[in-house]
């Protein structure tokens, strides 16, 4: 679905990606895993249209996006949610305000048809008695689950996930984990998400891609990742499990 060909991103004098080629399939959830700073956010802000790269191309089905004027990609990415690290809510908005937000910005539906939306979208993440409280009201777990109702608003077909389990005690990480499968079989959705935890990886993903130096050193299964004979592969898995 998603596919990026000899990709290069440099800023200033550090090279961040480095020929790197990726096949994202539809449907399934896809986990680029690698060490913090090694450019994984860099691979998603490819994906819709954020970054521009130096060199190479980002195709989404037949159209190739990194070639797309803004205009044209503001329509691609309707096709697109994305979940932020931080949850990036709108502190003075409302839960509910906070996954109006898109609803109201790119369709014309009447007040009552959003609120419908937004009760629905808060349900499937198991919020739905929090729709009047603000962010700060919110453990972070919580705002995480926000964030994942608004990005599912306008009901995409890929979700992207920046480090969803980061910072999370390990019964949030597990609850975020799950709907993370729970948005996978409900929704029908392609995942993408990025991420250094190894037990969360191992748990969620159909294929893994693994980030180094730039590049896409290893691809597969999970299962396949743990066969790998690279040196870097299995010292970073074997590291993550500790």
């Known amino acids: 679905m998603i596919k990026l060909i000899d990709l290069h991103k440099s800023f200033g004098d550090q090279v961040v ?15 680029i895993l690698g060490p913090s700073g090694a450019g994984k956010t860099v691979i998603l802000r490819h994906m819709i249209g954020l ?11 037949d159209v190739e996006i990194s070639a797309l004027s803004e205009q044209a990609l503001s329509r691609v990415r309707k096709r697109f949610g994305m979940l932020f690290q931080s949850g990036a809510l709108f502190d003075s908005l409302t839960v509910e305000e906070n996954v109006a937000f898109p609803l ?27 729709g009047a409280k603000l962010p700060a009201e919110l453990s972070g777990g919580m705002r995480k689950r926000v964030g994942l109702a608004r990005a599912i608003a306008l009901e995409p077909e890929i979700i992207l996930y920046d480090e969803p389990t980061t910072g999370l005690d390990p019964l949030m990480t597990e609850t975020i984990n799950q709907l993370i499968l729970d948005m996978q079989r409900q929704l029908a959705v392609t995942s993408v998400i990025i991420s250094h935890d190894i037990e969360s990886t191992f748990l969620v993903a159909d294929r893994v891609a693994m980030l180094y130096q730039g590049r896409i050193v290893a691809e597969g299964t999970p299962q396949d990742l743990q066969r790998s004979p690279l040196p870097f592969v299995q010292e970073f898995l074997h590291r993550g499990k500790r």
């Open 17 to 31: 990606l480095h020929g790197l080629n990726l096949e994202i399939p539809k449907g399934k959830v896809t986990v």
């Open 51 to 61: 970054s521009k790269p130096d060199r190479g191309q980002v195709w989404l089905d």
């Open 104 to 130: 109201m910005e790119h369709t014309q539906l009447s007040r009552e048809a959003v609120a419908k939306k937004v009760r629905e979208k808060l349900s499937l993440v198991g919020l739905q008695e929090a």
